[in-house]
């Protein structure tokens, strides 16, 4: 069996739409040129550059440290692989907060090489995704746990376990559906909530610690690699590369 499936053409946002209810999106985190490539050869059809980048790349404590320059850099090292999986970015904290400011920094992105942008909340960033829209850049949503309120909310919570919750959900992915999101990543929502918002919405819903039933799942790489610096998230179950380059290095330098 070949173990390495590539895509044979572009993956647009609209073949990403058509995905829901027939083949589950896997969608990963790159953060430069070789990474790009790795996922790209091995058939990823969604590419984001997380702002996940802070933490797993760039050692600070939360992502709300990291800058437009940042996501450019490394937006601008994943689009140099030039990967047929369609490649979204992450607006940064604070990068979106009125419509003029989230078109002009979507706009960067596009220049950078990304064909989508990714930004969190719902109603609360609804003028700003409705923008973007118009601009012509593709949205993909982000509910759920929201990383970039980790400091006003004092931690990381997992969404849906009450009934406000629940409601606000279901209201927040009826918005961004409305206002022309092509995907929503959802994550930390609790799984009945997950499975009940994938049933009602109309674009592709994408987990990530939100159980099975979403209609694709998303990771950071360095989790599933077992490589991220910090504690890696209960929902991920991590391969072992990170034993395997400290072995490498140990061996290396024991040798010498
Ligand atoms: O920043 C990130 O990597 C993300 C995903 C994991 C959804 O937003």
């Known amino acids: 069996m070949n173990a390495f499936v590539v895509t044979p053409t572009k993956v647009t946002t609209e073949m990403i739409r058509q995905m829901k209810g027939r083949e589950k999106i896997a969608a990963l985190t790159a953060y430069d040129f070789p990474m790009a ?50 490649l979204v970015a992450d607006l940064p904290f604070r990068s979106y907060e009125t419509p003029a400011q989230a078109v002009a920094n979507a706009m960067r992105f596009v220049e950078a090489g990304a064909e989508a942008v990714k930004a969190e909340g719902g109603r609360a960033i609804l003028e700003s995704v409705r923008a973007i829209i118009a601009a012509g850049i593709p949205f993909l949503g982000h509910l759920g746990m929201l990383p970039q309120q980790v400091l006003e909310e004092g931690g990381y919570h997992i969404k849906g376990k009450i009934e406000a919750e629940h409601a606000g959900l279901l209201a927040d992915a009826a ?82």
């Not at 992502?63 to 940042?70: C, K, Q, Y």
């Not at 929503?184 to 610690?209: C, D, M, S, Y």
Request: charged share 15%.
């Open 37 to 86: 490539r790795l996922l790209d050869n091995c058939g990823v059809p969604l590419i984001l550059v997380g702002d996940s980048l802070g933490m797993v790349v760039l050692g600070y404590p939360d992502t709300t440290h990291v800058t437009m320059d940042e996501m450019l850099h490394h937006t601008r090292a994943v689009a140099r692989a030039k990967p047929n999986a369609l």
């Open 175 to 256: 918005a961004l559906c409305d206002a022309g999101a092509f995907a929503i990543v959802l994550e930390l929502v609790t799984p009945p909530v997950a499975r009940e918002l994938t049933q009602r919405v109309p674009v592709p819903t994408i987990g990530i610690g939100s159980g099975p039933d979403c209609d694709g799942q998303i990771l950071v790489t360095t989790d599933l690699f077992g490589t991220s610096p910090g504690r890696i998230p209960k929902h991920v179950k991590p391969a072992t590369l990170g034993d395997a380059m400290r072995a490498a290095v140990t061996t290396w330098k024991a040798a010498l």
